[in-house]
Nanobody
Framework: QVLVGESGGGLVQAGGSLRLSCAASGRAFSTYQVGWFRQAPGKEREFVAA???????YYADSAKGRFTVSRDNAKNTVYLQMDSLKPEDTAVYYCAADSNDYYNNRLPRTYDSWGQGTQVTVSS
């Protein structure tokens, strides 16, 4: 099983950009799908984006056209590039690994390993 951890969060003004990184340990990282989720205070954890073992990405409607997920298996890292950020993007962002590479996997409970989260705050 891989272990994952996020970095790259911070404070940014609306319209700005951030790039989050999800670094993984373990030689089998390339065989895991990686998802990004976020959780705002008082809200449930929600799906943001994911990238399959094949490299195919998919997104929540709220992220389409603004966020880009990519992976570099040589570096055991998945990235979430977030552009045109809005105040409603403010949340703790988590990455998670799915060893089954499920199709269109948007359910937190189906991911095996989670990071500790990184705070993203977008000011208006």
């Amino acid at each position: 099983q891989v272990l994952v951890g996020e970095s790259g969060g911070g404070l940014v003004q609306a319209g700005g950009s951030l790039r989050l990184s999800c670094a993984a340990s373990g030689r089998a990282f390339s065989t895991y799908q990686v998802g990004w989720f976020r959780q705002a205070p008082g809200k449930e954890r929600e799906f943001v984006a994911a990238i399959r073992v094949s490299g195919l990405p998919y997104y929540a409607d709220s992220a389409k056209g603004r966020f880009t997920v990519s992976r570099d298996n040589a570096k055991n890292t998945v990235y979430l590039q977030m552009d045109s950020l809005k105040p409603e993007d403010t949340a703790v962002y988590y990455c998670a690994a799915d060893s089954n590479d499920y199709y269109n996997n948007r359910l937190p409970r189906t991911y095996d390993s989670w990071g500790q989260g990184t705070q993203v705050t977008v000011s208006s």
